[in-house]
């Protein structure tokens, strides 16, 4: 008996034994079958959730932010223990105690799914298993991945800290409204810092992980208030907090900014806008899109916010003048439905609903309530109602008449009903009265169909101002500044000039300006002066000044289209310029990008300058990863230097063109500044230089100029290239443009005449004529031009450039030009000794031009 009753114990023991070896066989080969792919520890332990990319002013405030997910990392040491207490009772109140899973919360969840037969099925995670989720790319739950995540989740917690795994999870997890981990969802909901969050608001925060869909702060109060509570009990029971504490924050309200208590984050930001997007666009490029949106890289922009509200004042203006002047009216910007306009809550929310640029300083959207007799009532979003309504008064339509969309023109708009109906969603401005800023009435405004950009940089450091892509960001967020190819026309004309003067010639050789036919190939090309008239032998002066085609044409001709191309190319405005005689008048598209920083070599003595956007990056753990100024200082290594002396910065970039070609450029380029095809619109207290342009038909108009520290630059032009109009030039459009952000920037940046390189002695030289003048002469024609040592002036008559093509006998010899003075008989100029001399001059001239393509 006892024998048999021990052979029962054996046979069971041995059963049992078998079992037990069986079955950890069984959960070993599960272990090696589910483990053999999964992530290494190494890999485990380096890993880094994605977080935002934040782009910061000069000034070190924020202007945007970019992520795939809204994520801001947060050092553990950084993490108040409020919140992290809030989180551990919330999601695991063992997290201290247990090895990565917790076998008791496993085995209650599987209980509880038997029971119910598989319909309530929990997850039973801990925090370090939630934070093995992101290994796993499949969220389901199935046996499979829970298995996978478990074995995780214990190799983690030997690889990694308490504190490592709860800072990966609390910046990890996902808690609604876009916002991963706390700190972005601190700002989210409550626009805070998480140092800065209350009991109640963390509270809530910790509440929001199992679900966030089911407890919003608005539509799901009561359930949000029930879990913050169960939250804050689960804090207490854990001796996280007092009773007091509990009770007194369980009676208080949820007040969050989705439930309009607190202003957004967002809205302590400018909208988005062409800066920072084409920063985006260009690290995007550098480092990967998506490493740029999971980086969390902290960049510092080189935009003068202050300089870029004027550059995006000063293009506005120009579009929305030139668009005013053709008196079309295109229609509204969207429509809703009348039916929604009841009341002012209705049509507040269809308006808000409505597609329209929001980004226009001054403007703002507004809705068609009724149309009168005369005038039509309008609804504006962000403004009051008052006890009248606000108003389109018919004086106020009478500049435009209305066309379709196949451009078909309608009369000239007498009253408000003809341009407008009910539903329509159009911008208005508040009209002021100029002498004390009164309120006169509501005006009717359009986004221009024409568009252009803008772009301004530091000269010296490259470092881009302020850039400006189109009217309006929100409206189209093409970036001409950067991405828009476009014809410069005569603003190329500098690059043959210097390439001209780089190989010998002066600013007072002598350039025959007639008529000229070359055989194409394809026809016979007749390349004109704007003006189509011609003037003779004039000097490269007169050539920049005046915007000379025929003149560029055959000095390109002279020097070579190889030598111009390489030049052209040397600067930055081409990769690979096409040696056509054509694109010496500027026919090969470009960037107003690459063409003001071409111009900042001009200014800065002929160095090669790289614009940027950028200063410098940071990686999410502080390391500089990118720093655009490369000089050096060796007297910052010095303890201290003699009284009146300035640290040395060093500069080691590459020349481009030699200083005094750089100079002599400049100095012709005031020039058009001064007296020639800008001189009615660009007037600066500082020395100024520049160029104008207008493409064939005015399809583009150009202006591209410098102070001694900031080059700027404006092009405007139909997306579609079409004509601009015959009054259209780049003088009378850009010009203003550039004239309106050049008055602001000097007030900032200064300016001061052009450093005059060593190696070069000036002359004395009739403007029109080219011929050198007795030392101290004076006179509205002379000028004082930088030769080189060695390459002094000589006097009497120059011989004449003509690339190859000869000069028509009914030409003058040397031509004023088109200066708009008067020109019987001779000009007199006074010699240093007080006696007269005289210049020939020409009695006619032309009108002043920006030049043109041909």
């Known amino acids: 008996m ?25 959960v070993g080969g599960v272990l090696f079958m589910y483990s053999h792919d999964l992530p290494s520890t190494e890999a485990l332990s380096s890993y880094t959730p994605p977080t935002i990319s934040r782009i910061y002013s000069r000034e070190g405030m924020i202007v945007d932010e970019f992520a795939a997910e809204r994520r801001l990392f947060v050092p553990a040491d950084e993490i108040p223990d409020l919140v992290a207490q809030a989180f551990i009772s919330a999601e695991d109140r063992n997290f201290y105690e247990h090895g990565g899973y917790d076998p008791r919360a496993i085995a209650a969840a599987f209980v509880e799914a038997v029971q119910s037969r598989g319909r ?34 214990a190799r983690i917690e030997q690889a990694l800290s308490k504190e490592r795994i709860l800072e990966l999870y609390l910046n990890e997890i996902f808690l609604g409204q876009n916002s991963y981990g706390v700190a972005a969802a601190a700002q989210t909901y409550f626009n805070a810092n998480l140092e800065d969050l209350r009991l109640e608001q963390v509270a809530y925060l910790a509440a929001l992980p199992q679900a966030p869909s089911n407890f919003h702060p608005v539509r799901d109060y009561d359930r949000a208030i029930s879990r913050r509570n169960y939250v804050l009990r689960e804090m207490f029971e854990n001796g996280y907090i007092s009773r007091e504490e509990m009770e007194q924050t369980t009676a208080m309200p949820l007040e969050t900014v989705q439930g309009g208590h607190i202003e957004p984050f967002r809205s302590a930001m400018p909208p988005r806008d062409y800066f920072t997007d084409e920063i985006r666009r260009q690290l995007s490029v550098q480092y990967g899109e998506d490493e740029f949106f999971s980086g969390g890289y902290t960049v510092r922009a080189t935009m003068d916010e202050s300089l870029q509200v004027v550059a995006a004042r000063a293009l506005r203006r120009a579009l929305e003048r030139y668009d005013r002047n053709l008196g079309l009216w295109r229609g509204p910007v969207d429509t809703v439905d009348p039916g929604l306009l009841t009341d002012e809550a209705s049509w507040r929310e269809a308006l808000a609903d409505a597609e329209i640029a929001r980004d226009i300083d001054g403007w703002y959207a507004a809705v068609v309530l009724e149309v009168g007799a005369t005038s039509a009532r309008i609804g504006i979003e962000g403004v ?40 329509d969603v159009v911008h208005v401005r508040a009209m002021t009265r100029d002498s004390d800023g009164s309120f006169l009435r509501w005006t009717l405004r359009q986004v221009p169909a024409v568009q252009g950009g803008f772009m301004a940089m530091d000269v010296n450091t490259g470092r881009v101002l302020a850039m400006q892509g189109g009217f309006s960001y929100q409206h189209s967020s093409f970036n001409r500044a950067t991405q828009a190819t476009r014809q410069p026309g005569s603003s190329f004309k500098p690059f043959v000039f210097a390439a001209a003067l780089d190989s010998g010639y002066s600013p007072n050789t002598i350039v025959l300006d007639a008529p000229i036919e070359i055989e194409t190939g394809a026809g016979i090309w007749r390349p004109t002066n704007a003006s189509n008239r011609f003037y003779g032998p004039s000097p490269l002066r007169t050539g920049i000044e005046m915007s000379r085609n025929l003149m560029t044409v055959r000095l390109a001709q002279d020097v070579g289209m190889e030598t111009v191309a390489r030049y052209a190319e040397r600067f930055g405005v081409y990769d690979d310029m096409q040696p056509f005689l054509a694109n010496s008048l500027g026919s090969q598209e470009t960037t107003l990008f690459r063409m003001v920083a071409a111009y900042s070599m001009f200014a800065n003595g002929g160095e090669r300058v790289e614009p940027t956007l950028v200063d410098r990056i940071q990686d999410r753990w502080g390391n500089t990863v990118y720093r655009h100024d490369q000089r050096t200082c060796p007297d910052c290594q010095v303890a201290s230097l003699e009284a009146g002396f300035a640290p040395a910065i060093m500069s080691n970039r590459e020349r481009v063109i030699d200083p005094i070609t750089a100079y002599q450029m400049t100095s012709m380029m005031r020039g058009v500044v001064d007296r020639g095809t800008a001189s009615s619109t660009v007037n600066l207290p500082v020395p100024a230089a520049g160029k104008t342009g207008t493409t064939n038909d005015a399809r583009d108009v150009w202006f591209v100029g410098f102070t001694s520290t900031i080059a700027a630059g404006c092009y405007i032009g139909y997306d579609q290239p079409q004509p601009l109009g015959s009054g259209a030039s780049g003088g009378g459009m850009c010009g203003p443009v550039f004239n309106e952000f050049m008055l602001e920037a000097t007030r900032e940046y200064g300016g001061g005449p052009f450093a005059v390189p060593e190696g070069g002695v000036f002359y004395p030289i009739d403007r029109f004529s080219g011929q050198r003048l007795p030392d101290g002469a004076q006179g509205g024609n002379v000028v004082y031009e930088l030769f080189r040592d060695g390459e002094e002036p000589y006097f009497g008559i120059l011989s004449i450039i003509d690339g190859g093509w000869g000069m028509g006998s009914d030409l003058p010899l040397f031509g004023q030009g088109e200066t708009g003075e008067a020109g019987d008989g001779d000009q007199t100029v006074t010699t240093s000794t007080g006696e007269a001399a005289r210049v020939p001059t020409q009695s006619g001239f032309g009108t002043l031009s920006s030049g043109g393509l041909y």
């Open 384 to 423: 009051e109602e008052d006890d009248d309504g606000h108003f389109i008064p018919a004086e106020d339509v009478t500049w435009a008449r209305p066309v379709d969309a196949d451009g078909n023109r309608g009369a000239q708009a007498r009253v408000a009903g003809d341009l407008l109906s009910v539903g």
């Open 120 to 153: 309530d099925v929990r997850g039973a995670s801990t925090i370090t298993q939630q934070v093995m989720k992101n290994f796993l790319l499949d969220g389901s739950r199935t046996i499979e991945r829970k298995v996978r995540e478990i074995i995780l989740a």
């Open 2 to 26: 006892i024998r048999f009753i021990i052979g029962i114990f054996g046979a069971i023991f041995s059963a049992v034994t078998l079992g037990i070896v069986a079955m950890a066989i069984a």
